[in-house]
């Protein structure tokens, strides 16, 4: 069964710290991975990922995928108190239009 | 991208009522997907809403209670029958223009009493 896991479950900072999110996933035919952002109710996209080894970034915000380790890490530099939410990793598999979900990892950046 | 809307926000209903939510695309997409998120929990697919054709459902998810409507290729929506306070959730439709990134409405949140 395909399946995605997010480490930690949750995590509480203080602002300015950075932090390290992590998805693994088991799958029997791998074809991207996206990580989402979700405050409220509406995920919002941040990051999709297919190649291994390739940073992909935005402000302070970075990810990368290792497919040889099955997992991907996302990375939020000098937090702040907007970067509180639940970090969503899901994963897009060939032969199928769906994505496999991941069961978030809830971040709490304390002033 | 697609920007997505969804009506209603939230509503509260009584056990055993129907309610329908509606999903509108600013654009033509081939597939629509229709997720629940329980309190607390990831989100879990429903259903895929394809135009001109039966939604296909995930395992655990029956078309009795939850019958889906794709009229056109930018609407759709989905009833959740038969309501129960199990069924209190947010309630999610997306779609995507191409390629695996799948757009998010703003969600529904639904309260069951």
């Known amino acids: 069964e395909d399946k995605v896991v997010q480490s930690p479950l949750s995590l509480v900072v203080h602002e300015g710290d950075t932090v390290t999110l992590n998805c693994s996933y088991e799958?029997?035919?791998?074809?991207?991975l996206l990580w989402y952002k979700q405050e409220k109710k509406a995920p919002t996209f941040l990051f999709m990922l297919?190649?291994?080894?390739i940073e992909k970034k935005s402000g302070r915000l970075s990810s990368i995928l290792d497919k040889k380790e099955l997992s991907s890490i996302l990375n939020i530099t000098a937090t702040q108190t907007g970067d509180s939410a639940i970090y969503l990793c899901?994963?897009?598999?060939?032969?199928?239009?769906?994505?496999?979900f991941g069961q978030g990892t809830r971040l709490t950046i304390n002033p | 991208s697609a920007v997505i809307s969804q009506k209603p926000s939230r509503d509260i209903c009584q056990r055993g009522t129907s309610l329908t939510i509606q999903c509108q695309v600013d654009s033509q997409v081939t597939m629509m997907f229709w997720y629940r998120q329980q309190p607390g929990q990831s989100l879990t697919l429903i259903a895929t809403?394809?135009?001109?054709?039966?939604?296909?459902?995930e395992s655990g998810f029956v078309i009795d209670k939850f019958p889906i409507s794709r009229p056109n290729l930018t609407f759709s929506t989905l009833t959740v029958s038969n309501m129960s306070p199990e069924d209190s959730s947010i309630y999610l439709c997306s779609a995507h223009t191409g390629g695996d990134t799948q757009y998010f409405g703003p969600g529904t949140r639904l309260t069951v009493l």
């Open positions: 297919t190649s291994s080894g």
């Open positions: 809403a394809n135009q001109g054709s039966e939604a296909t459902y």
């Open positions: 899901a994963m897009a598999i060939q032969g199928a239009q769906k994505l496999v």
């Open positions: 799958v029997t035919n791998f074809r991207s």
